[in-house]
């Protein structure tokens, strides 16, 4: 299984950004996905994820109301729809699956994760 995110720039605060992580290999609609990130210096954090049908997602607080997770199973893709960018969304924004324990706010129960894209958010 590989993934694959992009998607990532620089952007002011306030603007918008889409990630995109395509995923290869096996039965994505069988994935629950998840996005974390992490800041320089920081530990890797939780963002959002979504289950393997898209019918359910859970997001952290400090992005809830301004990011949406979303699952194109027909496209092997989930995507980070990002608006009303903070100067503190600023991280290297990964992707990962999950085949094993759904939806989830943890990394380590990720078993697949992609290379990351980064989001600079200028203030």
């Known amino acids: 299984v590989q993934l694959q995110a992009s998607g990532g720039g620089l952007v002011q605060a306030g603007g918008s950004l889409t990630l995109s992580c395509a995923v290869s290999?096996?039965?994505?609609?069988?994935?629950?996905m998840g996005w974390f990130r992490q800041a320089p210096g920081k530990e890797r954090e939780f963002v959002a994820t979504?289950?393997?049908?898209?019918?359910?997602?859970y997001y952290a607080d400090s992005v809830k109301g301004r990011i949406t997770i979303s699952k194109d199973n027909a496209k092997n893709t989930v995507y980070l729809l990002m608006n009303r960018l903070k100067p503190e969304d600023t991280a290297i924004y990964y992707c990962?699956?999950?085949?094993?324990?759904?939806?989830?706010?943890?990394?380590?129960?990720?078993?697949?994760w992609g290379q990351g894209t980064e989001v600079t958010v200028s203030s």
């Open positions: 290999g096996r039965i994505f609609s069988s994935y629950a």
């Open positions: 990962a699956a999950d085949t094993t324990y759904g939806t989830s706010r943890y990394p380590w129960e990720y078993e697949y």
């Open positions: 979504i289950s393997w049908s898209g019918a359910g997602s």
